[in-house]
């Protein structure tokens, strides 16, 4: 596509509920990176995948955080047991080639989930 | 430890006029630093992105500047205009891993 996709736009979930957010990144673009962002903050480094392999997870918080990237495209973040501490903008980049380079990262719209 | 840090945390200026946002990092080693600026409720759009030999580079309005010695960088924008409402966002990416390293922003409110 045009442009970094992210669904849902906005999300609202119960406390222990399980949440999926789907990216759509610019397509030919090998590097995909999600962040979260709250109110105020920059956004914080979740994970990096180069290909369907995530190279980086060490940003995720704690094992309630998954994401997965099977065909090297869209990939999928996925929170189990949302807790209210949880809620923020999920945002989603992609890159073309390597990270480690001047490669400019294009971030979608993000997915803002609230947990109630 | 890796750190980068913005100033002001906030700026209002008017409409036409010009602006300096200030930005100064602790990342080592260097690879290269980049500006975003980021509406409300949007994703965050590349500005800029200078390597450790560029000393300035523009984009239209904006020029950012970049000192690698005194791990300094600036971000001028010339002309301001409504639209340029935004927080705006400097980012380090150190050479020895994939991590970029974020400061916080500079909230700018451009008044009519």
């Known amino acids: 596509g045009a442009g970094v996709s992210q669904t849902p736009s906005n999300k609202v979930t119960e406390k222990g509920k399980y949440v999926e957010l789907r990216c759509d990144p610019i397509?030919?673009?090998?590097?995909l990176y999600w962040y979260r962002q709250s109110l105020g903050q920059g956004p914080e480094f979740l994970i990096y995948f180069q290909g369907t392999g995530a190279a980086d997870d060490s940003g995720l918080p704690n094992d309630r955080f998954f994401a997965v990237r099977p065909e090297g495209s869209v990939s999928t973040l996925k929170i189990q047991r949302t807790e209210r501490g949880d809620s923020a903008v999920y945002l989603c980049a992609s890159s073309p080639g390597v990270a480690g380079s001047t490669g400019e990262l294009f971030f979608g719209e993000g997915s803002r989930l609230t947990v109630l | 430890k890796n750190q980068v840090e913005q100033s002001p945390q906030s700026l209002i200026i008017l409409e036409g006029k010009n602006c300096t946002l200030q930005?100064?990092?602790?990342?080592?080693?260097?690879?290269?630093l980049r500006w975003y600026k980021q509406d409300t409720g949007r994703g965050p759009v590349s500005l800029t992105i200078?390597?450790?030999s560029e000393n300035t580079k523009s984009n239209g309005r904006y020029t950012a500047t970049l000192d690698a010695d005194t791990k300094q960088s600036s971000l001028h924008i010339t002309a301001s205009q409504l639209s340029d409402s935004a927080s705006y966002i400097c980012v380090v990416h150190a050479g020895n891993n994939r991590k970029l390293i974020w400061g916080l922003g500079t909230s700018l409110a451009v008044n009519p």
């Open positions: 930005c100064n990092y602790t990342v080592s080693p260097f690879s290269n």
């Open positions: 397509s030919g673009h090998t590097a």
């Open positions: 200078m390597t450790f």
